[in-house]
Nanobody
Framework: QVQLVESGGGLVQAGGSLRLSCAASGRTDSTYVMGWFRQAPGKEREFVARIRRSSGTTIYADSVKGRFTISRDNAENTVYLQMNSLKPEDTAVYYC????????????????WGQGTQVTVSS
């Protein structure tokens, strides 16, 4: 089992920045990919970004390319999501996820999920 705990959410004005963190514990050596997803009220959960733990290879959703950066610190078992130039449409609960397979942005491809952290961007 892998446990994931997100932190760093909050309220920010449009154009501002936030950095989310995801601390992983448990059998982290069984995970190949870490990802971030988000879910706005009344909408389905959507992919934001993911990173391979070994190589650091990243994939981003088109909606966040050039604004968000995912990174990892394997020594600390932590994944980060730096969010810049935030927009009101980025408002959502952000979830950290881990997969024991090499997957991209499919929700069902992830085995472990955190509890989520709220990000609210005011206009």
């Amino acid at each position: 089992q892998v446990q994931l705990v997100e932190s760093g959410g909050g309220l920010v004005q449009a154009g501002g920045s936030l950095r989310l963190s995801c601390a992983a514990s448990g059998r982290t050596d069984s995970t190949y990919v870490m990802g971030w997803f988000r879910q706005a009220p009344g909408k389905e959960r959507e992919f934001v970004a993911r990173i391979r733990r070994s190589s650091g290879t990243t994939i981003y959703a088109d909606s966040v390319k050039g604004r968000f950066t995912i990174s990892r610190d394997n020594a600390e078992n932590t994944v980060y999501l730096q969010m810049n130039s935030l927009k009101p449409e980025d408002t959502a609960v952000y979830y950290c996820a881990a997969s024991s397979r090499v997957v991209a942005g499919i929700v069902r491809g992830y085995d472990y999920w955190g509890q989520g952290t709220q990000v609210t961007v005011s206009s």
